[in-house]
């Protein structure tokens, strides 16, 4: 059973940079062919897709936030990161990170619980 864990400070100062990680268990983060997203969803708002590191090493970013998110890994913890630089009060939100099956229509099978941040002085 794949589990998926966010971890990261709940409260982030505005300009300052959001900083999250996501612990997996039950499956590794290289192995074919999956992508492991970050995905967040703002207070009376829906879902917005961030990004993903794919199990080759190779990210991607929505294009609205290319200029300040950054995803990362470590295949040695079977962790993967998300920063989020220059943060606002906008970038509150529930922050989800998940996989997603690219041998299977792309399906998000596994999601982390979340983790709240609010982005406040």
């Known amino acids: 059973q794949v589990q998926l864990q966010e971890s990261g400070p709940g409260l982030v100062k505005p300009s300052q940079t959001l900083s999250l990680t996501c612990t997996v268990s039950g499956g590794s983060i290289t192995t074919r062919y999956y992508y492991w997203s970050w995905i967040r969803q703002p207070p009376m708002k829906g879902l917005e897709y961030i990004g993903y590191?794919?199990?080759?090493?190779?990210?991607y970013y929505n294009p609205s936030l290319k200029s300040r998110a950054s995803i990362s890994r470590d295949t040695s913890k079977n962790q993967f990161s998300l920063q989020l630089s220059s943060v606002t009060p906008g970038d509150t939100a529930e922050y989800y990170c998940?996989?997603?099956?690219?041998?299977?229509?792309?399906?998000?099978?596994?999601w982390g619980q979340g983790t709240q941040v609010t982005v406040s002085s």
């Open positions: 998940a996989r997603v099956d690219g041998s299977n229509r792309f399906l998000f099978d596994y």
């Open positions: 590191m794919s199990y080759a090493g190779n990210s």
